[in-house]
């Protein structure tokens, strides 16, 4: 099982530093990937709901030039509030500069509010998502003309392109997010979900290659391990974990690296 860290950005007061900090950290932890969450323009204040105070592609793109090995994802970026057409751009400039490292992970978004704000339409932000991740692979592959419900073009020139496939997470629980994962997506995130709603979930992946991972939230050293364990069995791809407050999480993440390498779930290093 491939064990993860979604990075704290929830705080407007956080050190923009921590988030590559700790992110140069976990790799040398032997962490598989961190991820960073998303939106755009919330109704209320960033914190336990809302996270993604700094941009991820951006932020991703600098925790690139300070880390060699990790991967780096959006757990999860709202596809539908943004022009697809400027997302493959970035998405393929920070896996360009990062050396093939980048995992877009999507979702639909929930909040109707965030996209009146940002003047997004929600009533067909499922459609869009589908579309949009089409449209990604597309321009991804090289390009040609596109056509569309929401976006088509007859001419233009996409670059640059990544240098291989870039992996594309559906994050999600519904009946729409296990299917979209399956017709569109490299890989599938639950949220919130216990040892053995994941393998409910997850059985609905089991005729594709979709691999199907997880995300839990920090519950302290011995019950995050146990709990690790239990997703392990499960049949969990991946675990990312969220440790919490970022004055707590470089102290968290090494504890649980210690109680990983000692289960056998990361390597030693």
Request: charged share 20%.
């Amino acid at each position: 099982m491939r064990i993860q860290a979604v990075l704290p950005d929830e705080s407007s007061t956080m050190d923009p530093q921590e988030p590559v900090r700790l992110a140069v950290l976990a790799e040398e932890l032997g962490y598989e990937t961190v991820w960073l969450p998303d939106h755009v323009l919330p109704p209320a204040e960033y914190g336990e709901v809302y996270g993604g105070v700094y941009e991820p592609l951006v932020t991703l793109s600098y925790v690139a030039a300070k880390t060699s090995r990790i991967r780096l994802g959006t757990s999860v970026l709202v596809l539908p509030l943004r022009n697809p057409f400027v997302l493959a751009k970035q998405v393929a400039t920070v896996d360009r500069l990062s050396g093939g490292r980048v995992t877009l992970g999507v979702g639909i978004g929930w909040d109707a509010t965030e996209f009146a704000n940002v003047g997004a339409e929600f009533a067909t932000r499922g459609a869009r998502t589908d579309e949009g991740i089409r449209l990604l692979r597309h321009l991804f592959g090289g390009g040609g003309p596109f056509s569309g419900r929401f976006h088509s073009y007859t001419e233009g020139v996409f670059e640059p392109r990544p240098t291989g496939k870039v992996p594309i997470m559906v994050g999600g629980t519904s009946k729409f997010a296990l299917r979209r994962a399956v017709s569109l997506a490299d890989e599938w995130q639950g949220v919130g979900l216990t040892p053995a709603e994941f393998a409910e979930h997850a059985a609905a992946l089991s005729t594709s290659d979709v691999s199907a991972g997880t995300r839990i939230d920090w519950r302290g050293g011995q019950e995050t391990a146990a709990l690790a364990a239990e997703f392990a069995r499960a049949g969990a791809d991946s675990l990312a974990i969220h440790f919490g407050a970022h004055t707590d999480y470089a102290a968290r993440l090494t504890d649980f690296a210690s109680r990983a390498q000692d289960s056998g779930l990361l390597p030693r290093r």
